[in-house]
């Protein structure tokens, strides 16, 4: 594990920490935000009125993607310098209430109304099999350099570093057949319970396979709005009990579109020189999330989808999920296109 994972504390005694990292500010909003994060007070005025401003692409926007990201780290592994407590501070909750709504909103235009479906289980997967963003695994594959390689583990880094933490909420919100098929497919992202099989596990391998810095969060003030944006989609269906079925539909995208482009990703690398240790991430990938889609699309989201509000909430949950995914591949594909990074310059 890299140095920079590595914090000491007052006493001398180096600890790795599991915590976000303090990030740059990216505007006025996540300033104030920070700002009362660090000193314990989420009662300033001014930090509710920038919250309420208007925002014409809020997807787009990374100073409101940042300030979102870091109220939800509140209640998954903190943020370094802030109080475990002031997840619930009420200000926090105003601001993040706020935002969410805009995040919402701005979802909702994005994939337009979503009707019960005839089949809820074939609509799933033809969600995931319709996905049509740029041909980024295919070219990774044939042609990406492992700078490439390298910009989106940045991006991915983020999510992957925890992976099914988020869709594991989901666990205790669910009962009978549906419960009992999510916890086999939440046991195998978790290696089974051995820490060297866990998926976040053989992902931090992958990033110093690459020479990437492997700690938790490491690479926030490198990441556009477009992947904080489609972190947070994910954040919000994960948090809230009245979005289990999204976050469900989430899943569902996920495991139906990850076994194909995961074989590229391991013959892009495999072609770059990167060894078995650095390949196993997706050599994994490809086997179990074969098996995954067809337990969470047809026991888990055909388990819970016996009434039209749970079925609609799945497609939306889906087709929220493949549009972000699809928008922050579009930013990164555009920037390549255009010959440049896909990633924000180093704070200096």
């Known amino acids: 594990m890299n140095d920079s994972s590595v914090r000491t504390r007052p006493d001398g005694v180096a600890v790795v920490s599991s915590r976000m990292p303090v990030p740059t500010p990216r505007g006025r909003l996540s300033e104030l935000l920070l700002e009362a994060l660090l000193s314990g007070d989420g009662s300033s005025s001014e930090l509710r009125g920038e919250a309420t401003r208007e925002r014409p692409d809020v997807l787009a926007d990374d100073d409101a993607q940042l300030a979102l990201t870091l109220l939800y780290e509140l209640h998954l592994r903190g943020v370094e310098g802030v109080a475990d407590e002031m997840g619930w501070d009420l200000g926090f909750l105003e601001v993040r209430a706020l935002l969410e709504h805009r995040l ?175 390949r196993v991430f997706f050599d994994e990938h490809v086997e179990a999330d074969s098996v995954h889609e067809q337990l969470v699309v047809r026991r888990v989201a055909g388990g819970v989808g016996t009434t039209p509000d749970a079925r609609i909430g799945l497609v939306r949950g889906a087709r929220m999920c493949a549009a972000v995914e699809r928008l922050a591949a579009e930013y990164i594909w555009d920037h390549w296109q255009d010959g440049a990074s896909s990633l924000r310059a180093q704070p200096q």
């Open 104 to 278: 919402v909103a701005a979802l909702d235009q994005l994939v337009g109304p979503v009707s019960d479906p005839a089949d809820v289980i074939a609509e799933l997967f033809a969600i995931g099999a319709g996905t049509d963003g740029p041909p980024m695994a295919r070219y990774l594959a044939v042609n990406g350099t492992i700078d490439e390689f390298r910009e989106v583990m940045i991006h991915r880094s983020l999510n992957q570093l925890r992976e099914a933490d988020l869709h594991t909420h989901a666990i205790p919100r669910l009962h009978g057949d549906a419960k009992a098929a999510l916890v086999e497919v939440q046991a195998d992202e978790y290696g089974g319970g051995i820490l060297t099989r866990m998926h976040s596990t053989l992902f931090a391998g992958l990033m110093r396979e690459l020479g990437l810095d492997d700690g938790y969060a490491r690479y926030i003030d490198r990441v556009p709005a477009p992947t904080l944006a489609a972190l947070n989609t994910l954040s919000y269906f994960g948090i809230h009990r009245s979005r289990v079925n999204e976050l469900i539909g989430h899943l569902c995208v996920v495991e139906t579109t990850s076994s194909l482009p995961s074989r590229d990703y391991s013959r892009g690398l495999s072609r770059l020189g990167v060894g078995p240790a650095g």
